[in-house]
């Protein structure tokens, strides 16, 4: 019996050892996987944190710069302003990395709607602009003939001088132009008026399309993908028999009547039936001693079709290549504003005013430079018709003058 009472005491006490055991072991794991869940949750909510942190840095981030943009304030003004350099730029946000609209030179005009510190607003094609205060004022600048004008009297003949930017790319240039200078009211602003073809001999003689002798991206006269050009076409003949470059010459004669009269002086390429001045010649000519070229044509089609401008083509290869780079968008403004003043008088305009061409004259350009087709082959231009085109013409460059 004692022997039975031993051994019971000692299964006993093995088995509440056991069970200790047992509970320790439970006690270790469920600790171990308590320790692990805590430890997952601190990560868990340190992430949280951590993403919490940074999206609070982002919208604040994003709310100072909201708030930066906001605040630039505008005091709300109608008054016309003055650029004071050249080649100011006009922006589409008030800050100097956004996108380049155009630019403009000392003395042209604008309308100010708005005025900070740093910032004018202004409207430009029914739009808001902005333009650095820095460089513009309420005080027109006295904007002075240059000294290329001031050497050239009333009356001069102007040949090639071989010194000019690419006058070594002409190769008909032995004819000269001649200055006009207005009597009263100068503006000091020189428009070259070019009565298009009239060089005898002209389209027998090749020139480079390109000064960087790329060939041309559009077809014309000469067809796309030609390193050449022909030196000066020919041009079309009319309906009524009439040759295109007896036409010009006599819109430029009207033409340069009407500038005159309002005080711009007038370089005239061709007087005559005949100018021994290839395109690439003139245009270097109306480089150096004019404000603006204008070149007048009449187009080959014949249904009457109306005026519009040559405008540069969108190529991005072609709008790279200087001069064209440094200067299409002026020629844009400059037909812009002929195609409204035209407009404005009653002329039949073709389609939005303009069509893409590469021309040697615009490839060649320094200078806001255009070549304005009046019509074509079906238009009437009979006196009277070539005065109305005239006045919507110098209507159109008072505009452009006045930007």
């Given at each position: 019996?004692?022997l039975?009472?031993?051994?019971?005491?000692?299964?006993l006490?093995?088995?509440?050892?056991?069970c200790?055991a047992?509970?320790k072991?439970?006690?270790?794991?469920?600790?171990s996987?308590v320790?692990?869940?805590?430890k997952?949750?601190?990560e868990?909510?340190?992430?949280?944190?951590?993403?919490?942190?940074?999206?609070?840095?982002s919208?604040?981030?994003?709310?100072?710069?909201?708030?930066?943009?906001?605040s630039i304030?505008?005091?709300?003004?109608d008054?016309?302003?003055y650029v004071q350099g050249?080649?100011?730029?006009?922006?589409?946000?008030?800050?100097s990395?956004s996108?380049?609209?155009?630019?403009?030179?000392?003395?042209?005009?604008?309308?100010?709607?708005?005025?900070?510190e740093?910032?004018s607003?202004?409207?430009?094609?029914?739009k808001?602009?902005?333009?650095s205060?820095?460089?513009?004022s309420?005080?027109?600048?006295?904007?002075?003939?240059?000294?290329a004008?001031?050497?050239?009297?009333d009356?001069?003949?102007i040949g090639?001088?071989p010194?000019?930017?690419?006058a070594?790319?002409?190769?008909?240039?032995?004819?000269?132009?001649?200055?006009?200078?207005?009597?009263?009211?100068r503006?000091?602003?020189?428009?070259?008026?070019?009565a298009?073809?009239?060089?005898?001999?002209?389209?027998?003689?090749?020139t480079?399309s390109?000064?960087?002798?790329?060939?041309?991206?559009?077809?014309?006269?000469?067809?796309?993908?030609?390193v050449?050009?022909?030196?000066v076409?020919?041009g079309?003949?009319f309906?009524?028999?009439t040759?295109?470059?007896?036409?010009?010459?006599a819109?430029?004669?009207?033409?340069?009547n009407?500038?005159?009269?309002?005080?711009?002086?007038?370089l005239?390429i061709r007087?005559?039936d005949?100018?021994?001045l290839?395109?690439?010649?003139?245009?270097?000519i109306?480089n150096?001693?004019?404000?603006?070229?204008?070149?007048?044509?009449?187009?080959s089609?014949?249904?009457?079709?109306?005026?519009?401008?040559?405008?540069?083509p969108?190529?991005?290869?072609?709008?790279?290549?200087?001069?064209?780079?440094?200067?299409w968008?002026?020629?844009?403004r400059?037909?812009?504003?002929?195609?409204?003043?035209?407009?404005?008088?009653?002329?039949?305009?073709?389609?939005?005013?303009?069509?893409?061409?590469?021309?040697?004259?615009t490839?060649?350009?320094t200078?806001?430079?255009?070549?304005?087709?009046?019509?074509?082959k079906?238009?009437?231009?009979d006196e009277?018709v070539?005065?109305?085109?005239?006045?919507?013409?110098?209507?159109?460059?008072?505009?452009?003058?006045?930007?």
């Open positions: 019996m004692r039975k009472s031993l051994v019971l005491t000692a299964s006490a093995l088995l509440i050892c056991a200790g047992n509970s072991e439970a006690e270790s794991v469920t600790s996987e320790t692990e869940e805590t997952a949750v601190e868990s909510s340190d992430n949280s944190a951590a993403a919490g942190a940074i999206n609070t840095k919208v604040t981030t994003q709310v100072s710069t909201v708030a930066s943009k906001e304030s505008f005091e709300t003004v008054e016309t302003i050249d080649n100011v730029n006009l922006r589409s946000k008030p800050d990395t996108e380049k609209i155009t630019a403009f030179n000392k003395g042209e005009e604008l309308k100010r709607i708005g005025r900070s740093k910032w607003k202004v409207m430009y094609k029914d808001e602009a902005y333009i205060s820095e460089f513009v309420t005080q027109k600048p006295k904007v002075e003939e240059t000294q004008q001031s050497q050239v009297s009356g001069a003949e090639l001088n010194s000019w930017k690419y070594d790319f002409s190769k008909i240039n032995s004819g000269k132009a001649k200055m006009y200078k207005a009597s009263g009211n503006k000091n602003k020189v428009v070259c008026v070019n298009g073809h009239g060089t005898s001999g002209g389209s027998s003689v090749k480079l390109h000064p960087d002798s790329t060939p041309k991206v559009t077809g014309g006269t000469t067809a796309a993908g030609q050449t050009s022909i030196a076409s020919g079309m003949t309906a009524d028999g040759s295109e470059a007896s036409v010009t010459l819109m430029a004669k009207v033409l340069k009407e500038l005159l009269s309002r005080g711009y002086d007038v005239m007087e005559s005949d100018v021994q290839d395109n690439i010649a003139r245009t270097v109306a150096n001693n004019a404000d603006c070229h204008l070149a007048l044509h009449w187009d089609t014949s249904s009457n079709k109306g005026a519009f401008y040559m405008s540069v969108n190529v991005a290869s072609y709008r790279a290549m200087e001069p064209v780079a440094s200067n968008q002026k020629h844009h400059l037909g812009d504003s002929v195609i409204s003043g035209l407009r404005g008088v009653g002329t039949k305009i073709f389609s939005n005013g303009s069509l893409e061409m590469d021309l040697t004259q490839s060649y350009s200078i806001p430079s255009i070549d304005i087709e009046l019509g074509d079906a238009s009437s231009h009277s070539l005065k109305n085109h005239a006045k919507g013409i110098a209507d159109g460059l008072d505009a452009f003058f006045a930007q």
